[in-house]
T-cell receptor
Framework: KQEVTQIPAALSVPEGENLVLNCSFT??????LQWFRQDPGKGLTSLLL?????REQTSGRLNASLDKSSGRSTLYIAASQPGDSATYLC?????????????FGTGTRLQVTL | NAGVTQTPKFQVLKTGQSMTLQCAQD?????MYWYRQDPGMGLRLIYY???????DKGEVPNGYNVSRLNKREFSLRLESAAPSQTSVYFC??????????????FGEGSWLTVV
């Protein structure tokens, strides 16, 4: 059974810092990995999707990397801003099966302070 | 664009009562999903619909039923609510038939408390 772990569970950084969020998964037979952002009381917004054949994806100040063989992904946020404060979740989609194979981590709650 | 719209946003039920959560998407997506989110558990799939007219069980289907009314709408019904069903429920949709690795779009959630 696929398990997705995100460490740390919570992180507080001062504005302007670069930071890395970690995601690990136990079954490397994945089709893709997605990073989501969730604001309090809101739904999830997709940030980046990395296909299994890709090593990384970039969008603005965000860069996500994927190392399938080691079961790890990182989300790098450059020059953090207070508006980046949210919970960040990763989810992996298994190589076979159905939508039930989209497995979520429990998230990292990020606070960027002034 | 509205995207994925869920109603109601908040609901309190007594044990044994029934209710239906409504979901509609305006992106012409084929696939729709219902998830629940509980502290420390992550999001777990309840049911999904890979296309209009089809529904399948996810990871935690017990105590729920679904209806894919048409391409736009996917409802989730609790027939006899239990305190264990207290949770935040999210509807989502994605293009394509079944989840094929496309971006998935979420509604803003429905907070359900069963007392």
């Amino acid at each position: 059974k696929q398990e997705v772990t995100q460490i740390p569970a919570a992180l507080s950084v001062p504005e302007g810092e670069n930071l890395v969020l970690n995601c690990s998964f136990t079954d490397s037979a994945i089709y893709n990995l997605q990073w989501f952002r969730q604001d309090p009381g809101k739904g999830l917004t997709s940030l980046l999707l990395i296909q299994s054949s890709q090593r990384e994806q970039t969008s603005g100040r965000l860069n996500a990397s994927l190392d399938k063989s080691s079961g790890r992904s990182t989300l790098y946020i450059a020059a953090s801003q207070p508006g980046d404060s949210a919970t960040y979740l990763c989810a992996v989609y298994g190589d076979t099966g159905t939508a039930s194979k989209l497995t979520f981590g429990t998230g990292t709650r990020l606070q960027v302070t002034l | 664009n509205a995207g994925v719209t869920q109603t109601p946003k908040f609901q309190v039920l007594k044990t044994g009562q029934s209710m239906t959560l409504q979901c509609a998407q305006d992106m012409n997506h084929n696939s729709m999903y219902w998830y629940r989110q509980d502290p420390g558990m992550g999001l777990r799939l309840i049911y999904y619909s890979a296309s209009e007219g089809t529904t399948d069980k996810g990871e935690v289907p017990n105590g729920y039923n679904v209806s894919r009314l048409n391409k736009r709408e996917f409802s989730l019904r609790l027939e006899s609510a239990a305190p264990s069903q207290t949770s935040v429920y999210f509807c989502a949709s994605s293009p394509g038939q079944g989840y094929s690795g496309n971006t998935i779009y979420f509604g803003e959630g429905s907070w359900l408390t069963v007392v």
